[in-house]
């Protein structure tokens, strides 16, 4: 079983930056697709940007440019540095991580969220 344990969210201005967190622990054997998502009040969640074992990344149109996502394999972490906020990017983010766990097996597992407030 895998656990995630996210940090880094909280309120910041129009303009400023967060850098998110998300480490993963517990029995695998390994890490595969590492990813943000987001859902606002009211909205679905969406992708906000995904990395994979082979350090390919992809982000979602409204945050390209702004938003870097990075991992730390050594730390099976994943980060994401959000930039140049807007409070369109208020949300709960949370990740997402698919891991194998034998030799034709993956699972994926959530994160439990941490809030993005960007005020005006």
């Known amino acids: 079983q895998v656990q995630l344990v996210e940090s880094g969210g909280g309120l910041v201005q129009t303009g400023g930056s967060l850098r998110l967190s998300c480490a993963a622990s517990?029995?695998?054997?390994?890490?595969?697709?590492m990813s943000w998502y987001r859902q606002a009040p009211g909205k679905q969640r969406e992708l906000v940007a995904g990395i994979t074992s082979a350090d390919s990344t992809d982000y979602a149109a409204s945050v390209k440019g702004r938003f870097t996502i990075s991992r730390d394999n050594t730390k099976n972490t994943v980060y994401l540095q959000m930039n140049s906020l807007k409070p369109e990017d208020t949300a709960v983010y949370y990740c997402n991580v698919v891991y194998k766990y034998s030799y034709y097996s993956f699972q994926d597992v959530w994160g439990q969220g941490t809030q993005v407030t960007v005020s005006s």
């Open positions: 517990g029995r695998f054997l390994s890490i595969n697709a």
